[in-house]
């Protein structure tokens, strides 16, 4: 059975001593001072001491080692308690930061039974302290120790403890054991092992499964008989780094069809989830998933890998385009409104510049004319220069230029993502609750809103800014769409990964 299946970031150790008065005096001094330095160097914020005793006449010998190691610990600051393993509770906090389990047991086959009922240990560190005659590979045969939870074994060579770390990349593969650091009483602690997920960034060319929500330019996938082989763009990126520096392989999945009661806070267009077989069964969620209650039980997210924006987008028509960009350089020829206004203002000038054969002499008479051709040189300036700026710069009037706005206009029709209603947004939210919700379990694909943006006239939606802009530059819209700034909230993306998935704090590293 596995030694780490839930969350619990809380470290364990176990002590071997010897039942021999002089002896035990010695084990438990030397316990205690190794206990003292590593919680210097861990900083953990109490000892819980879980003791399992497998014989009645050890009771009494035990309960003398634990009194004696208590007093000690309590004499170097740290606050101790002592516990039976059938009533222990992971769920008890410390003061200050997680505690240090201490479990006691003195076989190999007790040892075991202890560590297959630690069944919420995972993230966690152990010190267990074997003899020096103890083979380290042998105790460990059968159990597994995840990726992700940091399992110390203490063992004494003379006057000094060796400290190696123990883990499985994964329940297949065999146990490796690592040298770390060592302690004694002249010493003191001394730890070389760096960070536990750099020395543990090596996954030994291991096949890691991840799905592809949809094919779009943040992913860019290569397909070979309409099965994804290669994944590029910004999030294949990411993939492509990670698996050369962790040394894994990459197996994409094309997630299911998706509709938009899916999606809200995590990256439309990305890998949205990583997982691989353990305890005999697969962590999968293959399709993006709304950042929300009922999902946090399932699905970790990881850290937030990129910013973008949720806005109001609808597709501008042919009509309100060339109404609206009167002298755009889009057009194929000027409106007839601006010819007019050309063709007379260029009559104008003509007329303002005429030659005279005679030069007038009255004074009043010279003033006309100086003024007519003053006001028709500056007339025609002024509208080149207005010529130039709407043929250079385009204003689109939309008919709303926020969510308020645009929840009063009940001409249009829209959706929006599902989990709106934990938005942060005021407005977002309302509008699920008003127009969405109701309707939420017939919503469309996204494929079907692509198409019903360019389709109808009046059709909103409320989508990614990346996932608008991916779709038109891969060519699947077949209009303008235009996004209205105003009308939008941040979005933050990440791919949700499995929870209890051994791999999640080295892929988040």
């Not at 996204?446 to 990614?464: D, F, G, H, K, M």
Request: glycine share 4%.
């Amino acid at each position: 059975m596995p030694l780490c299946v839930r969350t619990v970031t809380l470290a364990a150790m176990l002590l071997m001593c010897s039942a021999i008065h002089g002896e035990n005096e010695y084990c438990v001094r030397t316990t205690a001072a190794i206990l003292n330095a590593l919680q210097k160097h861990f900083n953990f914020g109490c000892v819980i001491i879980v003791w399992r005793t497998d014989s009645a006449l050890l009771v009494l010998k035990e309960t003398l080692v634990l009194t004696q190691l208590e007093k000690l610990l309590v004499k170097f600051g740290l606050q101790t308690a002592v516990v039976q393993h059938e009533s222990l509770d992971f769920n008890i906090q410390c003061r200050h930061n997680r505690p240090l389990y201490v479990l006691l047991s003195g076989t190999r086959t007790s040892l075991q039974i202890l560590l297959s009922e630690a069944r919420v240990a995972q993230d966690a560190r152990w010190l267990l302290f074997l003899s020096n005659t103890s083979l380290i590979k042998e105790v460990f045969s059968e159990i597994n120790v995840p990726l992700n939870c940091e399992l110390l074994v203490a063992q004494r060579h003379d006057e000094m403890v060796h400290l190696s770390e123990v883990y499985r990349v994964h329940v297949s593969y065999p146990v490796e054991v690592h040298r770390l650091g060592s302690w004694s009483r002249a010493e003191g602690l001394r730890w070389a092992g760096g960070h536990i997920l750099q020395r543990r960034g090596n996954l030994r060319g291991l096949r890691l499964r991840a799905a592809l929500a949809l094919a779009c330019a943040s992913t860019a996938p290569t397909f070979v008989n309409n099965k994804p082989v290669k994944v590029g763009g910004y999030f294949g990126n990411i993939w492509s780094t990670l698996e050369e520096t962790l040394n894994f392989r990459l197996e994409v999945l094309t997630a299911m069809s998706m509709k938009i009661s899916v999606f809200w806070v995590v990256a439309l267009c990305s890998l949205v989830d990583v997982n691989q077989r353990f305890r005999g069964h697969t962590a999968s969620v293959i399709r993006a998933m709304s950042m929300k209650i009922s999902v946090f039980w399932v699905v970790a997210h990881s850290v937030y890998l990129s910013t973008t924006h949720c806005r109001v987008s609808s597709a501008v028509s042919a009509d309100k385009v060339r109404d609206l960009n009167t002298f755009s350089n889009s057009s194929k020829q000027i409106p007839s409104r601006g010819t007019n206004i050309l063709k007379c203002s260029q009559k104008n000038f003509q007329f303002f510049k005429r030659r005279q054969d005679s030069t007038p002499k009255s004074w009043s008479c010279r003033a006309v004319y100086l003024t007519s051709y003053l006001v028709g040189v500056v007339l025609l300036a002024a509208y080149s220069a207005a010529l130039i700026s709407c043929i250079t710069v385009k204003r689109t009037v939309l008919p709303f230029q926020t969510l308020q706005e645009f929840s009063r206009d009940e001409t249009y029709k829209f959706n929006i993502a599902a989990g709106g209603e934990y938005s942060l947004d005021n407005d977002a939210k309302s509008l699920y609750k008003q127009r969405i919700a109701p309707v939420e379990n017939s919503l469309p694909s996204y494929e079907e809103v692509l198409n019903r943006i360019c389709a109808e006239p009046r059709y909103a939606t409320i989508l990614s800014s990346s996932y608008i802009e991916s779709s038109q530059a891969m060519n699947r819209l077949k209009c303008s769409v235009t996004g209205v700034y105003k009308a939008s909230f941040p979005e933050y993306l990440s791919m949700p990964i499995a929870k209890g998935c051994p791999y999640y704090r080295i892929l988040n590293y």
